[in-house]
């Protein structure tokens, strides 16, 4: 359907342009008025843009031009002398029934856009004119009383109508402060109550107020304006950018800077703003919390909230009283330790030791207290090492100022913490200063140094210091400490004479005569701690194995079913570092009794079960016991040979049954009567130790295979590797393994490689890494590969790569 049109669609679109812009021109008697007329602007563009030209759209345009002529009409009548309320109300309401015309006849605008249009047109048939009119002299008449009324009694929608007036009202300078004095209270009752958006509205408003005069900043000074206000800080993105700077706005009065902190949350609130990515808002929170730090309470609170620098500010350069007022804080607060990081990186524990080393006796309480709480995390520890502290708690330790007592036993604490870190062992003669003291201290300092004493003795790189230690004349000193009824220093001075014990060699044996040994398998044996079993058992472990003396004070003492029993019970259930440490300290005390030069001894240890034991160690222990299992195995295996040759010959008239015949040693062969590792399933165990991850077992693991590789049996031993996958392990020692592993591997290797189907089997899958060796491997292994080339015909062709160890394969 056509229609012949007087205009076309882009000239009424213009002059509906003109029409709005010509209402704007005029001097508004309200400006929510001329805000809504100025919204029309989007939708008109829209139009032009869309090209639209359906003529139903053209009516609802052109019944929306006569409602703009009759609003600018009532705008500019000389009749009357002032635009009333209605007035507007009349004009406003029907162009917003007309914009809804173009709205229902556009049936495909742009989904934005119909919701803009749709939204102005609700905002224009309900809106409600009040505050400000200007009569036609120009003169403006405000009624105040009105808009509190609104603003009190009003719903959602006509709250943001008011306070969107209010504003424009303020913005042209219509609301003095008088009005404000009403306003403001009315606005504030309303805030915690109002919808986000109007909030946001009521905070722009209130910020202009408070920027006209102090009394208006004065009138939201009150703990229950400031409340409100608080809350908004945790809320949308806007309403906390607006919030802050509210309370920013007004931090210039005083009570507003007293009661702030007060509030609860609002520290912390501020103090997350910080932190957060909003720029605006984290530069007004920044002021104002610089704006709160002059409160120390304040101070506090912001500490506790994860912000630090005004703290460390008093640290620095406070009054005494604040100083100590400060460190109390720290010792007494609840940090995470990222909390504690940051305090020390920002500078804390320089200020602390300085008072510590330079106060009176409540500044070094107060600096010792939160030291204490800062050295519990690894970045301080160093740190404060650096500082020198470690000096000043000797010299506090070694006082004998009767005023200084209470001071030790933290700063033994303090000490005991510190000695986590290797970096201890660079500080001159620490370990024989805390000798000193140990017997000029009481139980809970005794404690706190031993503490030290044994982390210090424990480090990786301290086996100059215990050798120090040792020179010092500290077994003679700590081994009373065994029957020490407190069973805190009784097992911390375990712990240190284990530590003591790793490499005393020779030694010991003259440090710990019968009576000691006595009492730590006492300990052993009695003890519920399974660390302090596991130290007590552990020194025994460290005794050298060769001294028959205490092999034979061990035995009388029944040591061997104590470690068999315990291991049996440990072993099955889960574990734990102290299990696990228990484990390993047995594992190394078996190796006593399972030494191949006492052939008696061995077969009481197998009787009472200790091969089982071993057996399973190899698969549930730690990397350390399986290797320690592994020496006791080999110990074992290093006879089976001879004991089953001399059991073969008492019955060389007795054939050998199926079950007890050995594919290995060729004889009848059992656990109990030969420690076979064969029979006794140990073989597919110590391959799975070198398939492993961790090497720190592979030497004693190969010291055992290679027992079944001794000249009479390599052939049977090779076969039984074999079927067990121990060539692909084997290769695999070869290059990941350390160089006496690898030495160990190779020697291995070459016997089985002596065998024709082994070297057709694995030959040309290993040939690639014997080169890789010959080439590049250590001088030390290229004899035994020659001889594993030579096996695999390829000799020749390498012989350059390793000159006289071709010599020496022939």
């Known amino acids: 359907m056509t229609r012949n049109l007087t205009r076309g669609f882009s000239d009424l679109l213009s002059d509906l342009d003109s029409s709005a812009h010509e209402i704007l021109a005029l001097d508004s008697p309200h400006p929510l008025f001329a805000a809504l007329i100025s919204r029309l602007d989007p939708v008109l563009e829209s139009l032009r843009q869309n090209e639209v030209s359906d003529w139903q759209i053209y009516d609802a345009l052109e019944s929306l031009e006569s409602e703009l002529d009759r609003a600018r009409a009532v705008l500019t009548s000389p009749s009357g002398s002032t635009v009333t309320a209605q007035d507007l109300e009349i004009s406003i309401r029907g162009i917003g029934r007309c914009l809804g015309l173009v709205v229902d006849a556009w049936v495909d605008a742009p989904e934005e856009i119909r919701e803009r249009a749709d939204e102005l047109r609700r905002e224009m048939v309900t809106v409600t004119f009040g505050g400000r009119m200007v009569d036609r002299g120009g003169d403006v008449v405000v009624d105040a009383e009105d808009l509190v009324v609104r603003v009190k009694k009003g719903d959602a929608g006509e709250l943001g109508v008011v306070v969107s007036e209010i504003a424009g009202l303020i913005g042209e300078g219509f609301l003095v402060e008088e009005e404000g004095g009403r306003l403001i209270p009315a606005l504030l009752n309303r805030l915690s109550s109002a919808k986000c958006d109007n909030r946001v509205k009521i905070i722009t408003v209130l910020r202009s107020f408070a920027a006209s005069s102090d009394e208006n900043k004065e009138r939201m000074a009150s703990i229950e304006a400031l409340t409100s206000i608080v809350?908004?800080?945790?809320?949308?993105?806007?309403?906390?950018?607006?919030?802050?700077?509210?309370?920013?706005?007004?931090?210039?009065?005083?009570?507003?800077?007293?009661?702030?902190?007060?509030i609860q949350g609002c520290i912390v609130m501020l103090v997350t703003l910080r932190n957060g990515d909003d720029s605006s808002a984290k530069n007004d929170a920044v002021k104002l919390l610089g704006i709160l730090s002059s409160n120390t309470q304040n101070v506090l609170l912001m500490a506790e909230a994860g912000y630090f620098a005004p703290l460390i500010h008093y640290l620095k350069e406070g009054s005494d009283t604040n100083k100590v007022l400060m460190a109390t804080a720290i010792s007494r607060m609840l940090l995470?330790?990222?909390?504690?990081?940051?305090?020390?990186?920002?500078?804390?524990?320089?200020?602390?030791?300085?008072?510590?080393a330079s106060g009176k006796l409540e500044a070094k309480l107060?600096?010792?207290?939160?030291?204490?709480?800062?050295?519990?995390?690894?970045?301080?520890?160093?740190?404060?090492?650096?500082?020198?502290?470690?000096?000043h708690l000797f010299q506090l330790l070694f006082s004998v100022t009767s005023v200084l007592m209470t001071l030790r036993e933290p700063a033994s604490a303090i000490l005991a913490t510190l000695a986590q870190s290797e970096r201890i062992l660079l500080v001159k003669d620490v370990a024989q200063?805390?000798?000193?003291?140990?017997?000029?201290?009481?139980?809970?300092?005794?404690?706190?140094?031993?503490?030290?004493?044994?982390?210090?003795?424990?480090?990786?790189?301290?086996?100059?210091?215990?050798?120090?230690?040792?020179?010092?004349?500290?077994?003679?000193?700590?081994?009373?400490?065994?029957?020490e009824s407190n069973a805190g220093i009784r097992i911390l001075a375990l712990n240190v004479v284990f530590n003591l014990s790793k490499d005393f060699?020779?030694?010991?044996?003259?440090?710990l005569g019968e009576s000691h040994l006595n009492i730590l398998v006492k300990i052993f044996s009695s003890s519920t701690s399974e660390s302090e079993k596991a130290a007590a058992v552990g020194i025994l472990s460290n005794l050298p194995v060769k001294d028959k003396k205490a092999t034979e004070v061990l035995m009388k003492a029944n040591l061997l079913p104590l470690l068999i029993s315990s291991l049996g019970t440990n072993i099955?259930?889960?574990?734990?570092?102290?299990?696990?440490?228990?484990?390993?300290?047995?594992?190394?005390?078996?190796?006593?009794?399972?030494?191949?030069?006492?052939?008696?001894?061995?077969?009481?240890?197998?009787?009472?079960?200790?091969?089982?034991?071993?057996?399973?160690?190899?698969?549930?222990?730690?990397?350390?016991?399986?290797?320690?299992?592994?020496?006791?195995?080999?110990q074992l295996s290093q006879n089976s040979l001879a004991l089953c040759t001399a059991k073969s010959s008492r019955w060389f008239c007795v054939s050998p049954s199926f079950e007890s015949h050995c594919e290995i040693h060729n004889g009848n062969c059992t656990v109990k009567s030969t420690f076979c590792l064969f029979k006794g399933g140990v073989v597919a165990p110590l391959v799975q130790v070198l398939e492993g991850k961790e090497r720190?077992?592979?030497?004693?693991?190969?010291?055992?295979?290679?027992?079944?590789?001794?000249?009479?049996?390599?052939?049977?031993?090779?076969?039984?590797?074999?079927?067990?996958?121990?060539?692909?392990?084997?290769?695999?020692?070869?290059?990941?393994?350390?160089?006496?592993?690898?030495?160990?591997?190779?020697?291995?290797?070459?016997?089985?490689?002596?065998?024709?189907?082994?070297?057709?089997?694995?030959?040309?899958?290993?040939?690639?890494?014997f080169i890789d060796l010959a080439q590049n491997g250590n001088f030390i292994l290229k004899p035994m590969i020659a001889k594993i080339l030579a096996h695999l015909e390829l000799l020749q062709m390498q012989s350059s790569y390793f000159g006289e160890a071709t010599v020496l394969a022939q």
């Open 505 to 511: 060699g020779k030694e010991l044996n003259g440090k």
């Open 696 to 769: 720190e077992a592979d030497e004693a693991v190969l010291e055992a295979l290679s027992t079944l590789m001794q000249d009479e049996i390599w052939v049977n031993g090779s076969k039984v590797i074999e079927k067990a996958l121990g060539v692909q392990a084997l290769m695999r020692i070869l290059e990941v393994g350390s160089l006496k592993a690898q030495e160990k591997a190779i020697w291995i290797l070459e016997r089985i490689f002596r065998l024709e189907t082994h070297r057709e089997q694995y030959g040309e899958a290993a040939q690639v890494l």
């Open 366 to 391: 107060a600096a010792l207290g939160a030291l204490r709480n800062l050295s519990s995390v690894t970045e301080n520890i160093e740190d404060l090492i650096n500082s020198g502290v470690v000096a």
């Open 231 to 262: 809350r908004s800080l945790s809320r949308d993105i806007e309403e906390r950018r607006e919030a802050v700077g509210l309370l920013l706005d007004i931090s210039a009065i005083v009570k507003v800077r007293q009661k702030l902190g007060r």
């Open 336 to 356: 995470t330790d990222q909390m504690k990081a940051s305090l020390g990186e920002e500078g804390s524990i320089e200020s602390l030791v300085y008072m510590f």
């Open 572 to 634: 099955a259930t889960s574990l734990t570092p102290a299990r696990t440490w228990l484990l390993e300290s047995i594992s190394g005390a078996l190796i006593r009794f399972t030494v191949p030069w006492d052939k008696k001894l061995q077969n009481i240890a197998v009787a009472q079960g200790v091969f089982a034991c071993l057996v399973k160690l190899l698969s549930d222990g730690s990397i350390v016991a399986k290797s320690r299992a592994a020496t006791s195995l080999a």
């Open 433 to 483: 200063q805390i000798l000193s003291l140990l017997n000029l201290s009481c139980p809970a300092i005794q404690i706190h140094l031993l503490q030290a004493l044994n982390r210090i003795s424990s480090h990786s790189n301290a086996k100059r210091v215990r050798a120090k230690i040792r020179e010092n004349g500290a077994m003679q000193l700590l081994l009373p400490f065994l029957t």
